[in-house]
């Protein structure tokens, strides 16, 4: 990190003088207007990152007059499970007069786009990992309020997220405790906090049975790669017996390849996802799967943000939603065992 005196924000002039570049140059760069080259641009950008630069007019909101808006930061947008938390996000942001920006950050180079959302807006939350932690670490440094979900926590940030670890041990030790043996994670534990917490619990409940974790099947948390390795376990000589899906996608998608293929689900291999999303209620076998408050997440970050951004609490809290295992069909029941029903 480039020096500046002690305490004092960054300026312009701070950064037109790390790029060596007149202020006109360095104010085109930063408001998106007039010609400038790609050489000046690039050093402006290393400069700001460097001098971790917002644009004054961000520091003037926060403490004068406030933008009434929130920046929503995510590594993506496919899927059901931003729909949902996304839904819930907007809701009780409309509900309480704040508008939403979102950012997408998958494929691109984040940076210039994360300083002028912070100068459009009171302070953001960040899903996952959409951001790295050193960016995240620079908008405190910054002053801007953030909140995190999905994401272990960080000093001064609040963070929002559900529970996995001991949810995927209930789930795994049932498909134990009904005579699979030869289970299979399906999901990258890098991928994400809340990935690596399925796995975490996962082989928690093996290594209760004095059974090895064997490695992850480390794909993405698609319908694609679901459908993939599906398609790769029907030509296998030997198969497990038992997919613990990362997500809903994953298994659903699994799930439509494996019967399709010739398999039974759930008496050759049984299929469980994680979310609950809509789809997974009306497949056949209805998915076996956990249940996290998407909508629920999404609220409780903005409620979070705008204590934050209003002054209302100082101190930074971790918040942990509760999750529900839901059974279904695709992991098979036992005469009397209760099920949750369909639509729920």
Not at 29 to 50: F, H, I, N, W
Not at 222 to 250: M, S
Not at 303 to 313: D, S
Request: hydrophobic residues 40%; neutral net charge.
């Amino acid at each position: 990190m480039a020096s500046r005196p002690t305490g004092r924000p960054a300026t312009i002039y701070d950064v037109a003088a790390l790029a060596n570049l007149s202020i006109a140059t360095v104010s085109r760069v930063l408001q998106g207007t007039g010609p400038v080259s790609e050489k000046a641009r690039a050093r402006v950008d290393q400069a700001a990152y460097e001098l971790n630069y917002v644009p004054l007019r961000a520091a003037r909101s926060l403490a004068v007059q406030r933008h009434e808006a929130h920046g929503l930061v995510l590594p993506d947008l496919a899927g059901p499970f931003y729909g949902d938390l996304l839904m819930g996000y907007e809701r009780w942001a409309a509900e309480h007069g704040q508008s939403v920006i979102i950012t997408v950050t998958q494929g691109m180079d984040y940076r210039r786009n994360l300083r002028e959302l912070a100068s459009r807006v009171d302070g953001i939350v960040v899903h996952g990992n959409a951001l790295e932690r050193t960016a995240v670490q620079d908008l405190r440094r910054a002053k801007v309020p953030v909140v995190l979900i999905a994401h272990p926590p960080v000093t001064g940030c609040d963070s929002v997220r559900s529970e996995s670890a001991t949810s995927a041990e209930r789930l795994t030790t049932r498909l134990l405790d009904h005579g699979r043996s030869r289970l299979l994670f399906v999901g990258d534990p890098a991928s994400s906090y809340d990935v690596s917490e399925r796995y975490a619990g996962f082989s928690r409940a093996l290594s209760s049975r004095e059974l090895p974790a064997p490695e992850p099947e480390r794909v993405p948390l698609t319908e694609q790669a679901g459908a993939a390795l599906a398609t790769k376990l029907l030509q296998a000589t030997t198969r497990p017996d038992g997919l613990v899906c990362a997500n809903d996608e994953l298994a659903l998608a699994a799930l439509k390849i494996l019967r399709t293929g010739g398999l039974a689900v759930p008496d050759d291999i049984v299929v469980t996802g994680w979310d609950d999303v809509m789809a997974a209620r009306y497949v056949s076998p209805g998915l076996t799967t956990v249940r996290q408050p998407m909508a629920e997440l999404g609220g409780l970050a903005a409620q979070r943000l705008h204590e934050r951004i209003t002054g209302e609490r100082a101190r930074a809290r971790n918040d942990v939603l509760a999750t529900q295992l839901v059974l279904r069909d695709s992991c098979g029941t036992r005469p009397g065992e209760t099920q949750t029903p369909r639509n729920g």
